[in-house]
């Protein structure tokens, strides 16, 4: 079982800029990928962004390529979304969750609560 919990979401004004955390704890090892996902009111939730747990390895929807970053540290056990250039399109709830395999734009079997990120114009 893993338990995810999101934080740092919050209400900041468009070319600003939010850093997201994810806190992960129970079984971390034993999921080979990590994301965040997004959804805005009255749309599907959207993949963001994934990294590879025990790699370096990062991939990105191209609506946030550039603007976004993702990282984690395995020794907080802890997964980061750095998001620069916000725009109003980014509002929405944000979550993170486990992912696989590597490479995977669909969430595997857990996800965090969710963080709410207003971006205003």
């Known amino acids: 079982q893993v338990h995810l919990a999101e934080s740092g979401g919050g209400l900041v004004q468009a070319g600003g800029s939010l850093r997201l955390s994810c806190a992960a704890s129970g079984r971390t090892f034993s999921t080979p990928a990590m994301g965040w996902f997004r959804q805005a009111p009255g749309k599907e939730r959207e993949f963001v962004a994934g990294?590879?747990?025990?790699?370096?390895?990062?991939y990105y929807a191209d609506s946030v390529k550039d603007r976004f970053t993702i990282s984690r540290d395995n020794a907080k056990n802890t997964l980061y979304l750095q998001m620069n250039n916000l725009k109003s399109e980014d509002t929405g709830v944000y979550y993170c969750?486990?992912?696989?395999?590597?490479?995977?734009?669909?969430?595997?079997?857990?996800r965090g609560q969710g963080t709410q990120v207003t971006v205003s114009s």
């Open positions: 969750a486990t992912l696989s395999p590597y490479g995977s734009r669909k969430e595997s079997d857990h």
């Open positions: 990294i590879g747990w025990f790699t370096t390895r990062t």
